[in-house]
């Protein structure tokens, strides 16, 4: 906005200036043009009375005396003609037998005037012709026909422009002094106001907008302050609440379990069932609260680097991705599906953390292990696309309705598919994964793969020391199959630590 307003009011001063320079240079132009222009006529009226004197006497002497001195004095020629076109005197060369001067002769006979039109120029040269008859009334005696030197009212004019060119711009960089200022006074309150705005909106606590610029500004930005804070309590009072609420019932949780887990050795055969049914109801309770927290601390790490810089933040993807497989090939084996790993051969940056990336591939890897069902083909892929790395998981499974992928990432949703067969899942995994996505400029992507199942893409945009940014290339993608050597030592304890169990579908 500053660079709009700058630009509309040097626009104006612009505007401004040229309209009183343009005028003042033309008029400057034009007074030494008309002095030019006065000073010959004199200088004709001058030699066209001696003429008129010469043609009643009959002597010629003085004129021709006072003309040859003219010619030696200021270095202008000119042409002296009785009636009948004989020359009387002819100075500095020019001679009355000239085409150019003998038009001139034959209109000063007619007792006709001739002086140049049109302004001189700082870039004029050469020189202009000047006529006037002789005589007194309509009695014509004679011819004068003057060859001036417009050179000195040129360099005149010059120093003029100059002069003028000077003040204009002295006035200009003034005006553009004082159009910042006034830029920086109106626009410097709008700015801090923007900022604070931000970061209001990326839910942190915004910096106090000064007061500051026209009293308008002064007002909105006091109102805003107290809107700020307003807004900023109640943003922080739900984040606390939220995560009081998760971190307090933790212990009451903890303490339950271990009385149900008492209570089991002292339960008759008949209630293994229900006893079944209760720590289940714990586990999704536990996860569920644990899922609160992690989004919690996902959406305030979202805001944050929506209004700061963390540019450095980077990690290998390929490294991530093919770290992620070994931890969940086990868990994917023993729910029945297989899972496969494409990465490519050189390193891929993502303009993330390993820990943010890990956090988002596991969740998506749990919901497909989940939802795809027994004897799926789980693929789990990580590519470039255009300035984004892309992290694919793709399953063969049953997937999702076009209705059901646009609710995907609300809060708390599951398919009604899942909720009759009570599968395992608090809503909040996908939920999780767009904010983390959306912290670092990265999005969510799901649509159905083909022919069947789902796919989930997560872009995240590439680091600035990928290989690819520096003219390297991609190579060809190559395919890891699960081995024993590959491996976690413990990949079962490993996977459960790592296992959000935050499904979605």
Request: charged residues 20%.
């Amino acid at each position: 906005m500053r660079t709009r307003v700058q630009a509309a009011l040097l626009l104006f001063v612009v505007i401004a200036v040229a309209a009183f320079a343009v005028p003042l240079l033309l008029f400057t132009a034009s007074d030494r043009t008309q002095q030019l222009v006065l000073a010959r006529s004199a200088d004709l009226d001058r030699f066209a009375s001696l003429m008129d004197q010469a043609a009643q006497t009959g002597d010629t002497s003085a004129v021709t005396a006072e003309a040859r001195r003219y010619t030696q004095l200021y270095g202008e020629p000119l042409v002296v003609t009785d009636t009948r076109r004989r020359p009387i005197v002819q100075t500095g060369g020019m001679r009355a037998a000239d085409p150019a001067v003998g038009r001139l002769l034959d209109g000063a006979l007619r007792n006709q005037t001739a002086h140049p039109s049109g302004a001189l120029r700082p870039w004029s040269k050469g020189s202009r012709m000047f006529a006037e008859p002789a005589g007194t009334g309509t009695r014509v005696s004679g011819a004068v026909v003057l060859r001036a030197s417009v050179d000195t009212a040129a360099e005149d004019i010059t120093r003029r422009w100059a002069a003028v060119i000077a003040g204009t711009a002295l006035v200009a960089v003034a005006c553009t002094v004082l159009a910042r200022a006034a830029t920086r006074w109106v626009v410097s309150p709008l700015r801090r106001l923007d900022r604070a705005v931000g970061q209001l909106a990326a839910g942190l606590p915004p910096d106090q907008t000064r007061a500051g610029g026209p009293p308008e500004l002064r007002q909105l930005a006091t109102g805003f302050n107290r809107m700020a804070r307003t807004v900023t309590a109640a943003l922080e009072q739900q984040r606390r609440l939220v995560a009081d609420t998760s971190h307090q019932m933790r212990n009451p949780m903890a303490a339950l379990r271990l009385r149900v887990d008492a209570l089991h050795r002292h339960l008759p055969a008949s209630a293994a069932r229900t006893y079944t049914g209760v720590t289940t109801e714990l586990d999704r309770l536990e996860t569920l609260l644990d899922d609160m927290l992690t989004l919690a601390t996902a959406e305030h790490r979202a805001g944050e680097l929506a209004v700061t810089d963390d540019s450095g933040a980077h990690c290998d993807a390929t490294a991530v991705a093919t770290a992620q497989y070994r931890l969940w090939e086990p868990v994917a084996h023993r729910a029945g599906t297989r899972l496969a790993l494409h990465t490519a051969k050189t390193p891929v940056m993502a303009a993330c953390t390993d820990h943010e990336l890990a956090q988002i591939t596991d969740i998506l890897l749990d919901n497909a292990i989940k939802y795809a069902g027994p004897d799926a083909e789980i693929t789990l892929r990580c590519t470039t696309e255009g300035r984004h790395v892309a992290l694919t998981v793709t399953d063969d499974g049953p997937g999702l309705t076009a209705e059901e992928i646009a609710q995907a990432t609300t809060r708390f949703w599951r398919s009604g598919r899942q909720r009759q067969d009570g599968s395992a899942g608090t809503g909040l995994g996908l939920a999780i994964v767009e904010q983390l996505l959306a912290g670092r400029g990265g999005r969510l992507e799901l649509g159905p793969a083909r022919p069947r199942g789902l796919r989930a893409v997560a872009l995240v945009p590439r680091a600035v020391t990928d290989a690819a940014d520096r003219g390297g290339t991609t190579g060809p993608s190559q395919v890891c199959r699960p081995s024993p050597g590959r491996l976690a030592a413990d990949p079962e304890a490993t996977a459960a630590r790592r296992d959000p169990r935050g499904g979605t579908r």
